[in-house]
């Protein structure tokens, strides 16, 4: 399996912000998205995961084979833990959720109302949804905020696991996850240049 994407370009605002993104990612390798912040790292990772189109260019792989988390953690507060896994579990027709509680250490949580969790714990049960969809390219939009160190650590073995399992995962992320396989793709060489006059005033965008 690999992901091809050829001569990418993508819009926020309905303005070009990426232009002319080629990479290629095999299994069993993670990408991280270089950048400063407003980049498009966000815009980049949105348009991949199929949650807006892109002005134009090629995505080799079907969204059905990717799994997308970023700021949102997907979670429904009234369900406890188990519950909200089950729940993800169903959707992607899938009957196992032990091994993501169990990555995730969320054991003694199980039959915890997922609104009375703290911060760092609703990412982590956010991120749990990502082991119980099967699915093989892991899209991912700064996954570790909120999360203490032990936490991150956490992550950081799902993604190897991941990984090792012949899975692929691209990330924006500032936190060094302790990968191996992880390639960097700088996107200051793919910034769109900008159609706006040189006065235009973007706070009225």
């Given at each position: 399996m690999e992901l091809v994407v050829q001569d990418l370009s993508v819009a926020r605002g309905g303005l070009p912000v990426l232009s002319g993104v080629?990479?290629?990612?095999?299994?069993?390798?993670?990408?991280?998205?270089?950048?400063?912040n407003g980049i498009g790292k966000t815009t980049l990772l949105r348009t991949l995961a199929g949650l807006q189109p892109a002005?134009?260019?090629?995505?080799?792989?079907?969204?059905?084979a990717m799994a997308y988390a970023a700021h949102i953690d997907g979670i429904k507060s009234t369900l406890t833990v188990e519950e909200n896994l089950n729940f993800w579990a169903d959707v992607f027709e899938l009957n196992e959720i032990e091994h993501a509680i169990a990555c995730f250490e969320l054991g003694s949580l199980r039959s915890r109302p997922a609104g009375l969790l703290s911060a760092g714990q609703k990412r982590r049960l956010g991120l749990a949804r990502l082991l119980v969809?099967?699915?093989?390219v892991w899209i991912?939009?700064?996954?570790?905020?909120?999360?203490?160190?032990?936490?991150?650590?956490l992550f950081g073995a799902a993604v190897k696991a991941h990984l090792a399992q012949g899975g692929l995962a691209i990330m924006a992320t500032h936190i060094d996850l302790g990968l191996e396989e992880a390639l960097p793709l700088e996107l200051?060489?793919?910034r769109a240049r900008s159609t706006l006059a040189d006065n235009f005033d973007e706070a009225f965008l």
């Open positions: 080629s990479f290629s990612v095999s299994q069993g390798q993670a990408l991280v998205l270089r950048g400063p002005l134009s260019g090629n995505i080799s792989l079907d969204r059905e969809t099967g699915r093989p991912l939009d700064e996954p570790t905020v909120s999360l203490d160190q032990a936490a991150v650590a200051g060489q793919f």
